[in-house]
């Protein structure tokens, strides 16, 4: 084995856990205003995009992340036209969106200028084309505060976030307070989706501290997870809603939803997907009621950056 330290992308999953990623070139690394960012071309995955030491995206599988993320909340919404999306600087959660024929405009707000236009320059194919996109409005700035400050009510707000580290720009925006502010910003049947970490064995106490502040806001909290095989296992999504129950929807009917909107590029994402990502295990569905930790603006939660 190759053991240079220079040809290994070490992804530190928590203090006693790491895996490592066969670098074969270092096309960008820099610290942004906010995050130091790399950009890797890896061995399995191909080009990746890595925030402070761990990887965010890779062209091999990105698809599966963002499919996940994008289609189960607007295929449960029955028509969503406004979308707003806190993080997702790839473009790729925004391409996601824009294929659904309802939408109208779409509002993406990443803080980070800088990993959107490294993504752009590194990861075309990840966006392929949304940002010129007539429907869009690319902002940087504070996702929170303009939420706050906004009078508009969508019809579906996305949580594309890294995850919450100490001084990372992400860790407010996992707070019962902010998913109040979420709320406050949806029309009467909108919905939220948030990306809420690792679902494996070892690794649930960002996912079930997200699902129970979500509960502790909005009256249906749907928990999913699908394999991410860049990130080394199983990741965790929620959904809350005001209305309306994804876990609820029928494989036909996610199909029939799926053609009436034209949705003809989809690889991961379908009916019986749906299915498969909300029927969860067992140790899962325990641990989100016996864990019942909520997330505030004063108790924070920080995950773990080796």
Not at 3 to 11: A, G
Request: proline letters at 5%; a negative charge.
């Amino acid at each position: 084995m190759d053991t240079d330290p220079d040809r290994w992308l070490r992804d530190s999953i928590n203090e006693n856990f790491v895996q490592l990623h066969r670098i074969e070139e270092v096309l960008y690394t820099g610290q942004t205003k906010y995050q130091s960012a790399q950009i890797i071309r890896s061995h399995n995955f191909g080009i990746c995009l890595v925030l402070d030491g761990k990887i965010q995206s890779s062209e091999a599988d990105e698809f599966i992340y963002h499919e996940a993320l994008v289609q189960p909340v607007m295929i449960t919404h029955p028509g969503p036209e406004l979308v707003f999306i806190a993080g997702g600087g790839e473009g790729a959660t925004l391409r996601e969106v824009l294929a659904h024929k309802t939408v109208k405009r779409a509002v993406m707000v990443d803080i980070d200028e800088e990993v959107v236009a490294l993504s752009q320059k590194y990861l075309p194919n990840h966006s392929q084309g949304a940002f010129k996109d007539r429907r869009t409005e690319l902002l940087h700035v504070d996702a929170r505060d303009y939420l706050a400050k906004s009078n508009e009510k969508f019809d579906i707000v996305i949580i594309d976030l890294p995850d919450p580290i100490e001084a990372g720009p992400a860790y407010l925006l996992y707070t019962k307070e902010f998913y109040k502010i979420a709320c406050d910003s949806l029309n009467d049947s909108g919905m939220i989706t948030v990306q809420a970490g690792s679902a494996s064995l070892t690794e649930l106490l960002n996912l079930t501290a997200v699902y129970n502040t979500l509960k502790s806001v909005f009256p249906i909290v749907t928990t999913y997870k699908t394999d991410m095989p860049c990130f080394g296992g199983p990741w965790g999504f929620c959904i809350a809603s005001l209305k309306h129950d994804p876990a609820r929807l029928s494989i036909s009917e996610v199909d029939s939803r799926i053609a009436n909107r034209s949705l003809t590029g989809l690889r991961f994402y379908d009916g019986l997907t749906h299915q498969g990502m909300f029927s969860l295990p067992r140790y899962l569905r325990d641990a989100l009621v016996n864990q019942r930790k909520i997330i505030t603006d004063e108790n924070p939660l920080y995950l773990y950056i080796g």
